[in-house]
């Protein structure tokens, strides 16, 4: 059983800074990795997919897979109030089954 | 080009009556996932599914749950003679290939009471 962990948070930064999201994930072979984004009562939204190691840029958002030490990351640069909501993270198993993570809250304070 | 989309977005149901929940997958999509998620919990796999086909159920519960995927017309998810551990969000995806990443509903809550 393919396992995602996340600190479950509450994680605070100030409007402006970095926010920094990681992830582990159990099963070395995993090869697809998904960031969501899910705000309270609704349906998560997909940020941003990684395949490869090394960094991915998307505007403010740039996501980081480490394959040797089994971490996904998730860097939001210049944070905004409208940026809090629950972050999580994903691996994709075969037939493209998701494996989430419990999540991470995130708030931005202005 | 509209979402994914869910009906009914609330269901209330009393123990022991059925509870269909009903998925359009996106124009082109032909890959529908059921995903289900307990308060405070995690998004948990439940089905797999294509036109006419389950792909994996692996993450279905072995009784009181079904999933289709007609031919024509939306996937249901079916739980029979429901109980208050089935209250959650039920929501569902579709993508247009296998590899792709999901695109998900809106979601229907159910409160079974």
């Known amino acids: 059983q393919k396992e995602v962990e996340q600190n479950s948070g509450p994680l605070s930064v100030p409007e402006g800074a970095i926010a920094s999201l990681n992830c582990t994930y159990s099963?070395?072979?995993?090869?697809?990795f998904f960031w969501y984004r899910q705000y309270s009562g609704k349906s998560p939204e997909l940020i941003m997919f990684i395949y490869s190691n090394g960094d991915k840029e998307d505007g403010r958002f740039t996501a980081q897979l480490n394959k040797a030490s089994q971490y996904v990351s998730l860097l939001i640069r210049d944070s905004q109030p409208s940026d809090s909501a629950t972050y999580l993270c994903a691996l994709a198993e075969y037939g493209n089954k998701l494996v989430f993570g419990s999540g991470t809250i995130l708030r931005v304070k202005s | 080009n509209a979402g994914v989309m869910q009906n009914p977005r609330h269901l209330v149901r009393r123990r022991g009556q059925e509870a269909r929940l009903r998925c359009s997958p996106m124009?082109?999509?032909?890959?529908v996932y059921w995903y289900r998620q307990l308060p405070e919990e995690g998004l948990k796999f439940m089905v797999y599914?294509?036109?006419?086909?389950?792909?994996?159920e692996s993450g279905m519960p072995k009784e009181r749950f079904s999933a289709e995927f007609p031919k024509e017309g939306p996937s249901i998810l079916r739980i029979q003679q429901v109980v208050r551990g089935d209250s959650a969000a039920y929501f569902c995806a579709s993508s247009p290939r296998s590899e792709d990443g999901y695109t998900f509903g809106s979601g229907t809550r159910l409160t079974v009471v």
């Open positions: 099963d070395r072979g995993s090869q697809s």
């Open positions: 124009k082109g999509h032909s890959h």
């Open positions: 599914l294509q036109k006419e086909n389950i792909i994996d």
